[in-house]
């Protein structure tokens, strides 16, 4: 309240009713994968961030944000292998592209990207013989045997897999008829 006179010099009382509004400040922190949306912005780095904007009553007011950003990995390989691949926990038979998507280590998504080839592998090959003891030696893909007995030799297909011939040899007597 304030008493003045008019300038007729009578009393005057001039009230003063005062609202004080005050200046509002919020605060958040947000821990995220990769990116943010925040007021029409997008943030991808961690730091403090203000957006100002005006209380009900027209005072200023400003949010303060504390941004963690961590981040998603991505990994990608290439692998060729024959006959099959064990990826994610799935026996893979097939060429083609395989993602897999885990937990990294700070909580975020892990990507795997395989680039796969699959080989075939040639299937076992089984050769039975029989072999007169006088016509020994007894010749089969550049190898020698004189014994009855299986045998196996191992080479590589035209994909580079391993595979296998079993051969099964017989020797035997010529049975001599005298007549």
Do not use: M
């Amino acid at each position: 309240y304030d008493s003045l006179q008019t300038i007729h010099g009578c009393d005057s009382v001039e009230v003063l009713t005062l609202i004080v509004n005050y200046r509002d400040t919020a605060y958040f922190a947000e821990t995220v994968c990769d990116s943010y949306e925040w007021h029409g912005n997008t943030y991808t780095t961690s730091g403090v961030y203000h957006y100002n904007t005006q209380t009900t009553k027209g005072c200023d007011s400003v949010e303060v944000l504390n941004l963690t950003v961590k981040y998603t990995t991505y990994f990608a390989y290439d692998t060729t292998v024959c006959g099959s691949y064990v990826f994610a926990g799935e026996e893979l038979v097939e060429s083609g592209i395989y993602v897999d998507t885990t937990v990294n280590a700070v909580g975020c998504d892990s990507i795997v990207t395989l680039n796969l080839i699959v080989n075939p592998i040639t299937p076992t090959e089984y050769v039975y013989d029989t072999i007169c003891s006088d016509e020994l030696p007894y010749i089969f893909n550049d190898s020698v045997y004189e014994l009855t007995g299986v045998y196996t030799q191992y080479y590589q297909n035209q994909y580079g897999c391993d595979s296998n011939i079993v051969l099964t040899l017989e020797v035997v007597e010529r049975l001599v008829v005298e007549v």
